[in-house]
């Protein structure tokens, strides 16, 4: 007989609470995994930090959560690829819209998720390393991938054959942007990004041909150089701030798809609590007028900038050509690495709270893991 708890968030803007839980029970399609290893995201913290203005389909108490890596010990109908037993890698769903942020989050012991949206875990990686993948690799994809954002071919993912045409990453050291280098280069493109100078090398290693420190004002017009006029099949713009300087480079390269991960302002610093604080105005206001104007530079020279919404794979094509035909293999031969490095923050539920706090004051090259000890 199993026990399931969870880390609750019983209202908007409340810390977690560790408590017991139902045990998620796998519907047709899906694992139900015992979770071994956990990361946070970025998300997470935002929705915390924001309460109902974001997500505001979620009824409290609820559970957050998006990457888990750990053990099948159950599967649903209709499932053909996996077995109990099997080590995996998976993409937590529970928070999106008509899915149930409780049985399908991540931050549990046990999680029901789509066996569309895992993958099996070679033994030669470890589940804390694992788990900094499912929402960073999907968000990359979606980016890439799905026909309303950079809609980049990938019809041979893994086994593509390389082409003249560049793919900009603007912030390429985030744990979507390290997955969105190996996805372009996966297929067959070129990459050129940007992160701190003591991240570069670790770019190149990923696959990116090229890094800028995005801290230098003269960057736009390096990699506009950089470029020297081939083909920009598409640019991802990732960082909180860079939907501007990645305009530049649409306008200087003709590149005519932006698509990008943040919105324009950070809703990281909103101070967690109710209603609507001078600060929490300013904030709306910054978005409603950096989004209309980028909208209008943008549109007016050609260019469409989209906003990714990272479980769209889970509906369309991308997600089984990434989840199931590209990733199990791409981990078992080495040729997609775990991106970014694993930092143990921590054992054990309790330890999550903790670690969306240390996220919030920012990361490098680092995804924040907590281990569940068995
Ligand atoms: N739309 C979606 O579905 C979706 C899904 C996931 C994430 N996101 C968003 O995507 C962003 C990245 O998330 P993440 O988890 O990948 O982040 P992360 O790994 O926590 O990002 C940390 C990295 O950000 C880089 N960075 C900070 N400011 C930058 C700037 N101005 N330009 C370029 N790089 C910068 C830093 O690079 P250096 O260390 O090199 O300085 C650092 O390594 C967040 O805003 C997150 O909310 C959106």
């Known amino acids: 007989m199993r026990d399931n708890s ?16 139902p045990m998620p029970a796998p519907g047709p399609g899906q694992l139900l995994v015992e979770v071994r290893a956990l990361a946070v995201n970025p998300l997470d913290a935002i929705i915390q930090s924001n309460g109902a203005v974001m997500y505001g389909w979620l009824r409290y108490p609820v559970v957050l959560g998006e990457d888990v890596a750990g053990v099948v010990v159950e599967i649903g ?36 998720v789509d066996a569309g949206l895992a993958a099996a875990l070679p033994d030669a ?33 893994g086994d593509a054959d390389p082409r003249d045409e560049v793919v900009v990453v603007w912030g390429g050291a985030t744990a979507v942007g390290g997955n969105a280098i190996q996805l372009a280069r ?22 990116a041909e090229a890094a800028f420190d995005y801290h230098d004002p003269k960057a736009v017009e390096r990699i506009i150089r950089a470029v020297n006029g081939s083909v920009v099949a598409g640019i991802l713009a990732v960082a909180v701030g860079s939907a501007d300087p990645c305009l530049r480079i649409a306008r200087a390269t003709g590149a005519t798809r932006i698509a990008m991960a943040s919105p324009p302002v950070s809703f990281y610093e909103q101070p967690r609590r109710r209603g609507l604080s001078l600060r929490r ?11 209309a104007l980028l909208q209008l530079r943008s549109r ?31 981990l078992a031969s080495g040729r997609h690495r775990p991106y970014p490095e694993a930092h143990v923050a921590g054992e054990g539920l309790p330890a999550v709270q903790d670690a969306i706090d240390t996220l919030r004051r920012g990361v490098s090259a680092r995804k924040l893991v907590i281990t569940l000890a068995r």
């Open 6 to 21: 969870a880390a609750w968030i019983d209202s908007p803007y409340a810390d977690l609470t560790v408590r017991d839980a």
């Open 77 to 112: 109908a209709d499932v053909q690829n996996f077995s109990v037993g099997d080590r995996v890698v998976a993409y937590a769903i529970g928070l999106e819209k008509g899915r149930d942020a409780v049985s399908e989050s991540g931050f549990q012991a046990y999680v029901a």
């Open 125 to 157: 990686i470890a589940f804390e390393d694992a788990a900094v993948l499912p929402l960073a690799l999907s968000t990359a994809a979606a980016g890439l991938f799905e026909s309303d954002q950079l809609a980049l071919d990938h019809s041979h993912l």
């Open 186 to 207: 996966a297929a067959g493109y070129r990459v050129i990004t940007t992160a701190s100078v003591k991240n570069h090398d670790r770019m190149k290693r990923l696959g």
């Open 281 to 291: 105005i300013r904030l709306f206001l910054s978005l409603g007028t950096r989004t």
């Open 300 to 330: 007016t020279r050609g260019i469409r900038p989209s906003f990714i919404w990272g479980s769209a794979i889970a509906t369309s094509p991308v997600g089984p050509a990434v989840w199931d035909a590209y990733l199990p293999e791409a």
